[in-house]
């Protein structure tokens, strides 16, 4: 068999003649895969004419890996086969795939939810070269692709079948119809999707076409000019038209021989805004700048003349733009419309190139009401200030600039008629990030009260500076609208149960610059108490919500709040400010005295189709549940959900939310989150690493079946951790010291692809606590607490108990009250005595002082490792004899009382300091721990 072609088996056939040998992968141009191992990525035409398995195609180690292959055209398929090298990389859960269309660079989820595709899936394990029957299966191009993380190693393709010739005038496969006529050979057009320009006036829409080749050729106008196909992103079968205007459409799509069109023409029409007169939002709605005069200006140290009028188009200085949803290129702020009159705003300036002084402006005639004798509108800008890299003088600068003239061109008189903003970062009117100042939605109005019936003119100038020619632009909104205070609006349940955080939600914000909230308590019985608490004045362009209410209204305010109650009735208030006009929304809740839980952790997911229960916990009685999106789900009303993973793979895609209401009316919110992993196969090692007496540190060694990426792991350490009760009682303020804490692991063996990785525990260990050490191995980050969907191995998962190390605990240590140093073998040496057999300390000293506070004996006495300090080293232990100036040097110490101080060592008790102190500070009470812990006393010696 030569891999990735056929090996002539006759399938079956609806005619006589022989059937169609597929030659499939011949050509490498028309063999596409994922991530194709590097030493094969340039050989592989020695790939295709290897033989059987001793040549095969390899992945890198990913998710879904998968091959494609071109059969050039569409194909009845009645059987395949795939040939794969078993024993290193065996193939199982992988899905055989066709299609008419080009296979998109998506997941796999995206292509088994395609209607147009048609899907076979092997599960389990087969051995190599297994055929499989495939029933009405017909595609141009195939694919194979696993379910999951791995490695697809493949070194042949056999997949028998026929089609139709097209172009020879015949029936080749006898289904009644002959070249163009059949759909095995016709261009067919799938799908048209329109994207409408973002104005009326603007050329910014698109048409895309999907169709059943990519080696068509497309026609926007009924056939007479064609162009080749152009994909709408480098791997994608759409072909794009872009820069559209409004207008209808006809389409046609041909190969050599056969054309294909829609059943009628296609329309691209813009959003339509509402028809409100000639002023309101200054005609934006109607998706032009009919009534407007459009012009360009220039810079000249401040100077505002007026110059020829252009017309406006796409990449022109005047454009009309949808808000919702668009952001502004620089400031990134959202460009949503500040009021609810419209969904057009016009944009001012802005060239595609910047370039010295040049500007844009605008002027609009109007006639002033004595209905409405106002003029309102918004405004945001964006300005360079061009002292970033030299001085400017504020004439110098971009600027953003109105004014209102009357019939004779004269400027009028009045507030707010007049405005003039110069880039200029030291400005608090600004928000800035380094040299860009930009200010959000702002309301202005003007009382033109004292023009009633005359004609006026606003004019408006965005200007780039005169010097460097850092460049300005604008957005002008809601011209002569009456709508002008902002738009707020949150979300408050209206009753809250002991145990919950108030939070009032914001939902809506249009307009507003300042905002603030107001809480006031009313008592069960309905009696105000005269309570009214205010946040502090926040400026912004959106109201933020307020979190944690009665927190606020309490803690703060305690000496006046007096004590919570049940039945207690809050009032909130958000008071929301433009600077022409205030909007105030007011909603109210009850505290109840009832308390209630619910808590669901997220879930991790290996492989696809499988359901999926919801784990949660309630201490609830008659509460009633609402999930969504319920749609997924075998109930939306219940504690525990089953997710419907098996016949919907958009089921584990999603995040689940509930709402959780008491029979009292408080509503509890939940979020459950599904996390989709790749099962992980292998083994934990762990090493302990000793550093000294008291410290270690700890590394894994992970052994896998396959290998894996570095950078494709996630390893975390768990610990927990306590001194050790089971010999001694634990130290005074020892308490538990790790309790159930996470550390991500370091990698300390080489990086890349291995079947073997080691990583280690970030931190230094002490061994005088017991450890229970877990180790948590998963293809990418998972969240700690969570649930395994299906009992899968999603994570390799090991726990660890480590034991406390001997030098540990409470020192257990006696000093007799007197010895006797007379050389009768009993009592000969005085010195502490630590545990008989169980002695933990590795360090000890003793000094013992006369009554006058002369020393007459120092020694200290450290073990080896591994050994202790039984207390009978010689080292430690006086023998009664004094040094004198006799010749002998030494002799017996008289009969008396003595002072003797000690100190010692082990994990948890560190040498106090005791050695240095002498006998008048320990009784004087100065010597540290040593005055006030039983390191030292006094001992009788007799003879």
Known sequence: MNPLNTNGQTPSHPCDNDAVDLLLGTDPDKISFSSIDTQYENDLAGLISAQGEAGYFQSLPEAEPWIEIDLGKNTHLDNFAIWYPQEQYPLHDYFFLTSDLPFRKDGLEAHLAAEEIKKFHVLSSSPSGTSFSLENFKGRYIRIQRSGYGILAISGIDVPGYGENCFNGEDDDCDGDIDCADSDCAAQIYNIEIIPPSCPICSDGEIRVQANQGDL???????????????????????????????????????????????????????????????????????????????????????????????????????????????????????????????????????????????????????????????????????????????????????????????????????????????????????????????????????????????????????????????????????????????????????????????????????????????????????????????????????????????????????????????????????????????????????????????????????????????????????????????????????????????????????????????????????????????????????????????QEFVVHIQLEEPVHSDDLSVVFSLSGMANNELYDSPPGIQLIYNDKHFPGNLISEPGLSDIHSYQLPEVLLKRYNYDLKVRVSLGDLPENMVIAGGVDCILNESFEIPSGKYHGVINVFMPNGFSPNGDGANDTYGPFFHATESNVFAAGMRIFNQWGGMLFEGIYEAPDGETVLGTEPEIRWDGNVYSANPDNWEPAPVDVYVWVIDYANCDFGFEGCLGCDVWDIDGGSCGNCSDRDYYGDLTLVR
């Open 217 to 695: 050729e497309y026609s926007l106008d009924g056939g007479n000019t064609f162009v080749p196909f152009t994909p709408l992103s480098p791997n994608s079968s759409l072909h794009l038209f872009d820069n559209l205007p409004e207008g209808e459409y006809s389409i046609v799509v041909r190969n050599e021989v056969c054309g294909a069109s829609p059943p009628q023409s296609v329309s691209v029409l813009a959003p339509q805004g509402g028809s409100h007169g000639s002023c309101f939002n200054g005609g934006f709605e109607e998706g032009t700048f009919e009534g407007w005069e459009l012009g360009l200006s220039e810079n000249e140290n401040g100077a505002r003349p007026p110059s020829n009028s252009i017309l406006s188009g796409p990449g022109s200085r005047h454009q009309i733009i949808q808000g919702a949803g668009a952001f502004d290129e620089e400031a990134g702020f959202p460009l949503t419309p500040p009021t609810e009159d419209g969904i057009y705003i016009a944009k001012l300036n802005r060239p595609a190139t910047p370039a010295q002084k040049l500007g844009a402006s605008m002027f609009y005639d109007f006639t002033v009401e004595a209905t409405s004798p106002e003029l309102n509108f918004f405004y945001a800008v964006v300005l360079e200030d061009g002292n970033e890299h030299e001085p400017h003088s504020p004439s110098e600068q971009p600027f953003f600039y109105w004014r209102v003239i009357d019939a004779n061109a004269v400027q009028i008189n009045c507030p707010g008629c007049e405005g003039y903003i110069v880039a200029d970062v030291q400005n608090e009117f600004f928000q800035n990030t380094g040299f860009l100042v930009y200010k959000e939605w702002t309301c202005h109005s003007m009382n033109l009260t004292n023009f009633i019936g005359q004609n006026l003119t606003i004019e408006f100038y965005v200007v780039g500076c005169s010097k460097d020619g850092h460049w300005a632009y604008a957005y002008i909104d809601g011209l002569c609208t009456e709508n002008t205070n902002p738009v707020v609006d949150f979300k408050l349940n209206e009753v809250y149960c002991q145990n919950q955080v108030v939070t009032a939600e914001v939902t809506k914000s249009l307009g507003t610059n300042r905002h603030y909230w107001e809480v006031c308590r009313t008592l069960e019985d309905g009696n105000p108490t005269n309570q009214c608490y205010l946040t502090d004045l926040a400026i912004a362009p959106r109201a933020s919500s307020f979190e944690d209410i009665l927190g606020f209204f309490f803690d703060p305010n305690a000496h006046n709040a007096g004590e919570l109650n049940c039945g207690d009735i809050f009032n909130v208030k958000l008071v929301a400010i433009n600077d022409c006009g205030t909007t105030i929304v007011e909603k109210k809740f009850t505290y109840i005295c009832e308390e209630a839980s619910v808590s669901y952790p997220d879930i991790a997911v290996c492989g696809n189709l499988q359901d999926v229960q919801i784990q949660g916990e309630s201490d609830c009685l008659n509460c009633t549940f609402d999930w969504s999106p319920g749609q997924y789900l075998n109930s939306s009303t219940v504690l525990n959900p089953i997710i419907l993973g098996s016949i919907n793979i958009h089921a584990l895609k999603q995040v689940y939310q509930v709402e959780m209401t008491t029979p009292a009316g408080c509503v509890y919110e939940e979020e459950v989150n599904i996390f989709e992993t790749q099962e992980i196969f292998g083994d934990i090692e762990l090493e302990i690493i000793s550093l000294n007496r008291c410290e």
